[in-house]
């Protein structure tokens, strides 16, 4: 792939990449972290509300210890006197100091004297709750004599409603006893009461007895909670809200209310918002940031980078190797430029040299072939007046001289110079010509022409077969047939043929004869082996070796020859008029 197409598709996927990253995070870092925060503040605010109730009582046992460590409320205990009740507990001591209840009880429990009044209706006087003094000898607040000196504030259940309490033990002013029985105050805390406390913390809070059914109302609550030790955030179902909920334990320490703190959720809500913008400002950003980047690399690098490809492509057409590639401004391309330039130049020396030793070599070349064909003519000149001279003396001599046979040997002896030249010829003119594409069944046809093989049945099959290889492959059948001619002198017929397999083409030359021996069948094809000038085979093979085709002999001894041809897939083709290729 290319970089100008592959570059876009990287930068894309890296601010794709970029964005999921940053979803993923808000999914599963951000929103749980927002939402452990919010529960956290939800409980806080909840704290909060139950430390109000707890100032509240401490706040009432301050006022209920004050009243009780007091000589006239100890003198009350023993003689009951009117003036007491008619001096200090009147209505405003009940509305300036918010209580509804106040109970003098003896050592045993025994209401020494009560009064009700409900300090929010205009000081009208209600009956103290017979439950609530039963719940406080119950609890051992009053009534006991072994914890009579202690001092207590919080919450009484009763059925009715729950009542913020505060007993303390009955003494002198300074704190000396015995103690003669228990002061109580108390309010009711009710729903007034709990508005109040969520005015005083900002956030709505309800109050619910440990058996109410609206304790989880409106809740996304699937498991079971445990009410008596209870500390729980849940969402609402609308999700529009989150509640804070946690248990409140009574005057006696035991499990008695469920505090719930209903907050909406506009911090979290914000916050998500602010995630969505966010979002889409990396996103904007990211497309914005992509399609600047995809500018400044198209204008920076991937055009200049084109640009130099022209430059370069164009002197490769043109082989130019004289100009130079020119990149403006001062980066790696730039740089890139100026080494290719280098190379130019480099090039153009060596392409100089290479020219000058091109030359050199094709003049020492031309002045070698004319000494070779020179001396090659003188030779077989000379050859020529020697063959003619042993000629004469061969017909003037008998045959029975024993000059005779010495006369033979010279005639044999310069018949295979006249070989030898003959091949250095050839090997001369080897790779010479650029090889071209020719026709075997011309070829072979036109070798027949050229030699006495009248008495071999010649078949040939290979149709309109062309193969590209060097001007001399005539010469490689040639000496195929020479062989058969001279070695194999009971072959009576010859065939070629041809097959493809695999892609690969092969032709195959055989004849009748006596064969090839086994040890023999590469050694035929070395230079000088043979029993004639040993050059026929070896010329061979180097002619078929330009276009890489590859000739071995698998003939089986005493049953003919078998030269095998192999041809390379492109270097075989049929003409149009031409026959099928055979299979294997």
Request: proline letters at 3%.
């Amino acid at each position: 792939m290319q970089i100008r197409n592959l570059l876009p598709i990287v930068i894309l996927l890296l601010v794709v990449a970029i964005i999921v990253g940053l979803i993923l995070s808000t999914q599963f870092v951000m929103m749980p972290g927002m939402e452990r925060m919010e529960g956290a503040y939800a409980y806080t605010n909840l704290e909060r509300g139950m430390k109000a109730v707890e100032n509240d009582a401490t706040n009432l046992g301050l006022f209920v210890s004050d009243w009780a460590s007091w000589d006239d409320t100890y003198q009350f205990i023993e003689d009951e006197n009117f003036r007491y009740i008619e001096s200090n507990l009147v209505d405003e001591t009940f509305t300036g100091s918010n209580i509804n209840f106040i109970l003098y009880l003896d050592t045993e429990g025994n209401i020494i004297y009560f009064k009700g009044v409900d300090f929010k209706e205009e000081e009208e006087e209600i009956e103290v709750p017979e439950q609530m003094v039963k719940e406080l000898v119950n609890l051992r607040i009053a009534g006991h004599p072994e914890t009579i000196m202690n001092k207590t504030q919080g919450l009484l259940a009763l059925p009715e409603s729950p009542v913020l309490v505060a007993a303390a033990p009955i003494l002198r002013s300074n704190d000396s006893g015995p103690a003669r029985g228990t002061l109580v105050m108390g309010r009711y805390f009710d729903h007034d009461e709990v508005l109040r406390i969520s005015d005083q913390i900002g956030t709505e809070i309800s109050l619910y007895p440990l058996s109410s059914p609206y304790i989880f109302e409106g809740l996304r609550i699937t498991d079971a909670v445990n009410t008596s030790d209870l500390r729980l955030v849940a969402i609402s179902d609308d999700a529009r809200s989150i509640s804070a909920l946690s248990t409140i334990n009574d005057v006696g320490g035991h499990p008695a209310y469920i505090m719930r703190l209903n907050m909406s959720r506009d911090a979290f809500q914000l916050g998500i918002e602010s995630i969505f913008i966010f979002l889409v400002l990396v996103v904007v950003i990211g497309g914005v940031s992509f399609l600047v980047i995809m500018l400044v690399v198209r204008k920076r690098f991937i055009s200049r980078l084109e640009d130099l490809n022209n430059q370069i492509e164009r002197i490769g057409k043109e082989q130019d190797f004289s100009g130079e590639v020119s990149l403006k401004g001062n980066d790696e391309l730039v740089t890139l430029s100026r080494s290719f330039n280098g190379m130019l130049r480099s090039l153009k020396d060596h392409i100089a040299d290479q020219r000058q030793a091109e030359q050199r070599a094709r003049i020492a070349t031309e002045k070698l072939h004319l000494l070779t064909s020179i001396t090659r003519h003188d030779i077989l000149n000379q050859i020529t007046v020697i063959m003619g001279h042993t000629d004469l003396v061969l017909d003037r001599i008998d045959e029975g001289y024993p000059i005779h046979s010495h006369v033979e040997q010279i005639e044999r002896a310069v018949g295979n110079i006249t070989d030898l030249i003959s091949f250095t010829r050839d090997y001369e003119k080897l790779g010479m010509n650029t090889p071209e594409w020719q026709n075997i069944s011309n070829l072979v046809q036109n070798v027949m022409d050229k030699i006495d093989a009248h008495n071999l049945f010649v078949d040939i099959t290979t149709g309109s077969l062309e193969i590209f290889a060097d001007p001399l492959l005539e010469r490689v059948f040639y000496n195929l047939f020479d062989n058969t001619l001279r070695h194999a002198r009971t072959a009576t017929q010859v065939s070629v043929s041809f097959y493809s397999s695999d892609g690969h083409g092969t032709i195959v030359y055989e004849d009748n004869g006596t064969g090839v021996p086994q040890d023999m069948k590469e050694m035929i094809f070395e230079k000088g082996v043979g029993n004639n000038t040993g050059f026929g085979l070896f010329l061979s093979r180097e002619i078929l070796s330009i276009t890489g085709i590859s000739i071995h002999e698998n003939g089986v001894p005493g049953s003919g020859v078998k030269f095998v041809l192999h041809i390379p897939d492109c270097g075989y083709r049929f003409a149009k008029s031409g026959m099928d290729t055979q299979q294997e």
